[in-house]
Each structure stands twice: as C-alpha cells, then as structure tokens.
C-alpha cells in the first residue's frame, strides 16, 4: 500500500467515524446512528460498483490485478466503512437485536431472541472482519480488484435492509414495508448476489478463464488462496443472508400483521355489550370465526370460544406455516 493509500483509508475511517458521532450529537440512538451511516455507505457503494464493473475492459486479468485509480479510492472507502463496522460491534457492543424480527418467523422457531441474536452477531462480525481484509489486501497488492468491485454491488439489498430497519426502530416495530417495497428488495437481492458467485464457478470450469486465473495469481500463492476462500465465504453468507429475508418476510407480512389483526379484533370483543372477560385467545378463534351466525347468544359464543381456544390458536399457526 502506498502512502497515499494508506492515507485515504486513515481519513475515510475519521470521517465514517465523525459522521457516527454527528448523528448522535442529533439525538439518534447508537442503532439508528449507526443504521444511517452505513446506509450511507450501501447507496455510495450501489452507485460506485455497476460504474467500476462497466469499466473493466478485459476479463478476467483487468478483475484479478491493476486496478484502476478510482477503484482503490474506492476500496479505501469501503475498507474504511468494515474497519468502522467491525468496531461497531465488537466495541460498541449495542444490545441491538441484531435478528430484526427474524425470531418471530416459523423459520426459526427453535431460537430464543438471545440465542438468534447471537448467531446473526457472530455472523455479522465474521463478514464485517472478512469484508474489511480482503479491501486492506486489494490496497495492499493491487490485485482480486473483480471480486471487491462486486462487493460494492453486493449492497444493493443492503440499502433496503437498512430503510427497513430504521423504521422499525423510530416507530418502535408498530410499522412494517408493504408488498412493493419487498419485491424491490428480492429483485435487488437477486440481481446483485448470485452473479458474482456464478462469475467465480466460470472462473473454476471455463479453461481459458481457469488458465489466466492460475498464470495471473500463481499457484499455491497467497492471492489464489484468499481467491478462493473470499468467494466461497460470501457465497455461503449469501444463503445465510436469503435465510433472514425469508424469515424477515415472514415476520412482516405473517406475524406482524396477523397480531394487528388479533389485537383489532380483541378491542373490539371488548367494547361490544357481550363482553364477558373475554381473553387474547378468545380474540383469536373469533377472528377466525367470523362466518359464525348473528343470531348466536353472547353467552353461548362466549362459552364456546372459551373451550376451543387453545385448538383453533394451534390450528390458526398451522396455517399460517402452510401459507408459508
């Protein structure tokens, strides 16, 4: 790494840095602060990596060595921004849950909040430590510029987890994205994500590409090993990753407002002039009882619903999995 280099990526990191404490000199909490700059990064990164990937003019030795000017500035930032990251959650140590709803999916019903928390906190140290070595190493050696300009693209989806993190945490998760804003998501999660790993296998079954790999980087070398280990790290992160927008999805369009729907429904129950103690579980087999006749006597229905709650709670999530 040159002097130059080394110089961005000390001031790219102050400044990832000032703007964290800038936010919270405006009241924001530690995770919304920490939410809006590294969205700032995605959007930079969304815009900054198609540009960079149109540029490269020769496959695949322009994606392996001498990247260009802009794209280390590039990378210096981006190495910048895991640096901050990584001490974000390894020193910051916010109690954020870090799962953003995934532990109410059906996905992972066999995880506590604390445990779920904890595995996408190990999971999130891992890629933040990963991503920001292989940025230092591209610096460093001028080489694997491919794979880190299709790190910049990888952010695409991020700019959307970010939006909708953030509002969860300022409206306290009363509030979850519609349908549109979703498939947006998914589109850009499968735009950027599984491309760069096809790249890589092209680059293990296709001779003349398998050929310039070996003569570019070397056998046995360091840069082949990091090659290989990087790409095949992110492609396994990238099944993790679409593992927590399905239970994400789930817990916005199937949990969340399935309780909006059990909760309308109970207040309801309680200001009609039948009210007899009527319970949560009684709220839930009456939302699922609707097509019941008028004409039934609010002691009868109150009876009724008494002794079949538990049976009509269990069969009510039985299919909200099918649905699933």
């Not at 001490?87 to 870090?98: I, T």
């Not at 059990?262 to 007899?276: M, V």
Request: charged share 15%; aromatic share 16%; hydrophobic share 45%.
């Amino acid at each position: 790494m040159n002097f130059y280099v080394w110089q961005e990526f000390v001031l790219y990191s102050l400044l990832w840095f000032v703007l964290l404490f800038i936010f919270r000199r405006r009241g924001m909490s530690w995770e919304e602060a920490r939410s809006r700059r590294s969205l700032l990064f995605a959007l930079l990164a969304s815009g900054v990596g198609p540009y960079l990937l149109i540029h490269l003019r020769h496959w695949p030795r322009e994606a392996l060595i001498d990247a260009k000017p802009q794209a280390l500035r590039a990378f210096a930032v981006a190495a910048a921004h895991w640096f901050v990251s990584f001490l974000e959650e390894v020193v910051l140590n916010s109690k954020k849950n870090l799962a953003a709803g995934a532990e109410t999916s059906t996905y992972f019903i066999h995880f506590n909040t604390e445990e779920l928390g904890l595995l996408v906190k190990i999971g999130y140290v891992f890629h933040h430590a990963l991503s920001c070595f292989i940025y230092v190493y591209a610096l460093v050696t001028n080489k694997l510029s491919g794979p880190c300009i299709f790190g910049l693209i990888y952010e695409w989806p991020v700019v959307f987890q970010h939006i909708r993190e953030l509002n969860r945490i300022t409206t306290q998760n009363k509030s979850s994205p519609n349908q549109r804003f979703w498939i947006a998501w998914l589109v850009a999660f499968f735009l950027a994500r599984p491309a760069p790993s096809f790249v890589y296998f092209f680059s293990l079954v296709f001779a003349p590409w398998r050929r310039t790999l070996y003569k570019v980087l070397g056998r046995g070398t360091a840069a082949i090993f990091i090659y290989h280990t990087t790409a095949s790290a992110f492609t396994y992160l990238n099944f993790s990753y679409a593992m927590l927008l399905m239970s994400w999805y789930d817990a916005d369009f199937f949990v969340d407002h399935h309780a909006a729907s059990f909760d309308n429904h109970a207040l309801q129950l309680e200001s009609s002039p039948c009210h007899h103690n009527i319970t949560t579980a009684d709220a839930l087999v009456n939302l699922g009882r609707r097509h019941t006749s008028s004409s039934s006597s609010c002691d009868a229905s109150t009876t009724s619903t008494s002794t079949t709650a538990a049976h009509h709670h269990h069969h009510h999530v039985h299919n909200i999995k099918v649905l699933i």
